[in-house]
């Protein structure tokens, strides 16, 4: 009996030990939660930081973002541009963008052609 016991705690803190391991890594590492197994990608962050230099201003829906790795993936690809600056709202599937240029909702569609993300429209 004793030893049965002793079994299945030993069972329980291999199976805790690597729960906390994949927990850690996960948030050292910063995968995502739609099932890439990737690392998360770097930031891409705008060169010019001053609002006053972005005269337009967009509300882009995109349907298709589920986590903060997709998040991550379109603020790359909006933050990447050089005259463009955006930020996801996760929760409400949008893109607010700062823009230094005016913009159609085709140039949207144009930056997040390669990515697995569908723009609605843009306010």
Known sequence: MFMANAVIIIILIIVVCLAA??????????RSCCGSSREMEKKVRVKDRNKANYPFT???KVEGMVC????RRVENA?????ELWGKVDLEHKTVNVLAKKEMEMKDFVELLKDMPYT?????
């Open 21 to 30: 391991r994949h927990i850690y890594h996960t948030i050292r590492h910063g």
């Open 58 to 60: 967009y509300t882009v």
């Open 68 to 71: 903060a790795g997709c998040a």
């Open 78 to 82: 909006v933050n990447s541009d050089g």
């Open 119 to 123: 723009v609605l429209g843009i306010d």
